[in-house]
């Protein structure tokens, strides 16, 4: 069964007495070279456990459970499981969730079904949602291997951003402290159904095996990121002392000890540079 196919989709959908439901995100990809494409390039150990979030009627998840040991997809439609069950029939090594993955321990997960495989996180995401999902997989202490998810084209370049160019942010200054992010292809708005409004795109985040940085005040060092991003059109300087509370001076001698200048904006900053700018500001506070 082609799961990429138009009239595929909507005769099982049909069946199943369900449409789209445009609140959960529901684009489903309909050009069957797309998921064949993210499941190739989503891990390069065939012995890992996948996590999908949002198989949809399962385009994704097969190409996945045929590449690779064991692939766990979680679905919030309740409506889009008897699908999956016919769908994914013929796969002895998947399991289906019907949760919202937000609501997910995602270690305690892990911990049930990896049985130490390596685990990877391989998502077309839905796009309401997207930057909340990724910073809860990052955030859930779970040490995954790589996260490979589709989201719309501009997040892509924002996630994959260089430091001073426009599309750099908090989201990129963070996403550096826990692993590098590369975009891997665009994906036309034509190959889903319903077309969403813009293009999407494929990034994948390889994940430190141990932290490359160690902030000595973690929580200051988010709190940096934040401030700065928060009010970008204003110095770093201005920006750090009006929401961190800190001295106009303290944070000035921060920003000359990391070797910038002055009126330096937050997103010439790397996600080093942060690091020592909050171990500087923690060390000199009082
Ligand atoms: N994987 C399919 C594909 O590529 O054609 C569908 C992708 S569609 C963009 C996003 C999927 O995520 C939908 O199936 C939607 O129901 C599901 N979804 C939305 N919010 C979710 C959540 N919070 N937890 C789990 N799944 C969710």
Known sequence: MDLCNLSVIKTLMSDAGIT?????????????IIPEDIADNCTENPESLIIEIGPGIGCLTAELASRYRKVVAIEIDRGLIPILDKTLAEFDNVTVINEDVMKIDLCRLVEEYSDGMPVSVCANLPYYITTPILMYLLESGVKFSSITVMVQNEVAARLAAKPGSSDYGAITAILGYYGTVKKLFKVSAGCFVPAPKVDSAVVRIDLYKEPLYTPKDEKL??????????????????????????????????????????NVRGERLSTEDFVKLSDYLSEHKN
């Open 20 to 32: 789209f439901r445009k609140e959960y995100g529901q684009n489903f990809l309909t050009n069957r």
């Open 221 to 262: 060092f988010r709190n940096t990121i934040k401030a700065a991003f928060e009010m970008r059109r204003k110095t770093l300087q201005n920006a750090l002392s009006a929401k961190l509370g800190y001295s106009k001076e303290l944070i000035s001698a921060a920003i000359l000890d990391i070797g910038e200048s002055e």
